[in-house]
């Protein structure tokens, strides 16, 4: 437990995970309101998406990493 690079990688996937899917939320959401002409509207629905697709992928990772099997 105390290896410096396991640290580093659940950090850097924690990290991954969260700005990664707020990212695709981003884009997503620009795509449909540009398609659609409706501008703030998907381009919120997708950060919100995106957000709680990050933390929800976050919390799967968490649990495996700390070897919790309690869901």
């Given at each position: ?66 070897g919790?099997?309690?869901?």
């Open positions: 437990m105390n290896n410096p690079l396991r640290g580093m990688a659940i950090t850097s996937a924690i990290l991954s995970h969260l700005s990664g899917a707020v990212i695709v939320g981003i884009f997503a959401g620009r795509w449909i309101d540009g398609y659609f002409q409706t501008s703030p509207l998907f381009l919120l629905i997708g950060i919100f998406l995106g957000l709680a697709a990050g933390v929800y992928g976050t919390t799967v990772l968490v649990k495996k990493f700390l919790d099997d309690a869901s």
